[in-house]
């Protein structure tokens, strides 16, 4: 318990919350700019069990903001490059690596056996497929997005509004802006994906208040950061 010592310290958490992280698992969907300072933050905080669900291998264009890989990975399936930092970092915990795409097969099933869902994603169709399974299952989950010097974050819980009530579709094919023009900051990610670690350590520790029925959106460029409150449309896929 040594290790955990500085997270036994905060008030509200205790031997208690440490125990229930201990006994806690959680989805990570993307080991990439988001799903990097998560994995790492709640490997490090010691939850239990992580999942992580990413078909790709490491790029050389991806280090610059996917900290959990390193130059000597390229070309190595993802997981495979998680498992072994993740590993490093806490042998502590279990880790369950899936190196394949979350798709409309496999999605129900892989949720289902976890506490606690993160969407690290980079694309619409899966964030919106994240959501969707999440609110039929009745999993909370928390979303995230990043690009250029933008990011946003949400969590939605069974009963709260979610992804499709302030996006009720996907943009058209084509027509959203994408990583590979606008770019990436990785420290961006690391701001929203550190906000994402904190919000599911707090779920499942029952620390604090989350971010639900709020939108938390960061500008880094100006150092704007507000906070939307966003309403439950009565006409969305959740309410049904
Ligand atoms: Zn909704």
Redesign the pocket.
């Known amino acids: 318990m040594n290790r955990y010592n500085r997270n036994i310290l905060i008030e509200g958490l205790g031997k208690e919350g440490q125990e229930k992280l201990g006994q806690s698992s959680v989805l990570v969907i993307g080991a990439g700019g988001l799903g990097s300072p998560v994995l790492l933050y709640l490997a490090a905080a010691g939850v239990g069990c992580l999942g992580i669900v990413d078909y790709d291998r490491v790029d050389v264009s991806n280090l610059q903001r996917q900290i959990l890989h390193y130059t000597n990975d390229v070309g190595q399936e993802k997981v495979r490059s998680a498992r072994e930092k993740l590993t490093a970092l806490n042998p502590e915990i279990r880790l369950h690596t899936y190196p394949e795409k979350f798709s409309q097969e496999n999605a129900a099933a892989l949720v289902r056996s976890y506490d606690f869902v993160i969407d690290c994603c980079d694309n619409y169709t899966t964030k919106f497929l994240i ?1 969707d399974i999440c ?1 039929q299952e009745q999993k909370p989950y928390s979303h995230g997005a990043v690009l250029a010097m933008y990011g946003e974050v949400m969590t ?1 819980i069974p009963g709260s ?6 996006f009720p579709s996907p943009p058209e094919e084509g027509t959203a802006a994408v990583s590979s023009d606008v770019g990436i900051l990785g420290a961006v990610a690391g701001i929203i994906g550190s906000i994402q670690a904190t919000e599911a350590i707090k779920y499942l520790t029952g620390l604090g208040e989350l971010l639900l029925n709020r939108i938390f959106i960061v500008d880094a460029r100006s150092m704007q950061i507000s906070s939307l409150q966003v309403e ?2 009565a006409c ?4 049904t």
């Open positions: 959501n609110v939605v509004a979610c992804y499709r009530c302030v439950k449309n969305c896929y959740c309410q």
